[in-house]
């Protein structure tokens, strides 16, 4: 199994800042790779797969970058719209799926 | 649009069938995965099945206690959980993949359903 972490597991951010986020497979998972975006009470928002393109009606200021076992979301000019808990995912070891535990990201 | 159903409070022991209903796309022609989150947890994947159901595939955790499969004719894809523990007690998502294909990332959730393992 894939072991995916994310760091840090919260982050605080003032509005209008920049957020940067970080995921670390265990193995390579090339660019089968994706992050989420998830509200309480809400089922998970697909952000970016193929490690950095934009899923359908994801606004430009998310962006994903890295390949292989390293990958970074990253937020600019964060609205409060954008504070929540995000996911990672790999998809390459496919069957098996996994997730990273989750970064929180709250209003500094 | 997907659309779960089926979850409650069921005893240690006990069974329940999830059902995701969908619609706005071309069920038959899509892998169908579920996907489940614990309270105050992060996200699990459970268990896959191709379009036409004939490939099925589960995480260690629910391999012969839990059953995927599908109902093209009816656009639903379901879940049998049985044998249920408390660990079991979590928020159950059905979820597409981008393309419909099983190795995919996920862009169409459901609502989730819950489901309590308690006696």
């Known amino acids: 199994e894939i072991v995916m972490t994310q760091s840090p597991a919260t982050l605080s951010v003032s509005p209008g800042e920049r957020a940067t986020l970080s995921c670390r497979a265990s193995q390579s998972v090339s660019s089968n790779f994706a992050w989420y975006q998830q509200k309480p009470g809400q089922a998970p928002r697909l952000l970016i797969y193929?490690?950095?393109t934009r899923a359908t009606g994801i606004p430009a200021r998310f962006s994903g970058s890295g390949s292989g076992t390293e990958f970074t979301l990253t937020i600019s000019r964060l609205q409060s719209e954008d504070f929540a808990v995000y996911y990672c995912?790999?998809?390459?070891?496919?069957?098996?799926?996994?997730f990273g535990q989750g970064t929180r990201l709250e209003i500094k | 649009q997907l659309l779960e159903s089926g979850g409650g409070l069921v005893q240690p022991g006990g069974s329940l069938r999830l059902s995701c209903a969908a619609s706005g796309f071309t069920f038959s022609s899509s892998a169908m995965s579920w996907v489940r989150q614990a309270p105050g947890k992060g996200l699990e994947w459970l268990s896959s099945?191709?379009?036409?159901?004939?490939?099925?595939y589960y995480t260690d955790s629910v391999k012969g206690r839990f059953t995927i499969s599908r109902d093209n004719s009816k656009n639903t894809l379901y879940l049998r959980v049985d044998s249920l523990r408390a660990e079991d007690t979590a928020v159950y998502y059905c979820?597409?993949?981008?393309?419909?294909?099983?190795?995919?990332?996920?862009?169409?959730w459901g609502q989730g359903t819950m489901v309590i393992v308690s006696a």
């Open positions: 995912q790999q998809y390459n070891n496919w069957p098996l799926i996994t």
């Open positions: 193929g490690a950095s």
């Open positions: 099945i191709s379009d036409g159901g004939y490939s099925t």
């Open positions: 979820a597409k993949g981008i393309v419909g294909a099983l190795n995919d990332a996920f862009d169409t």
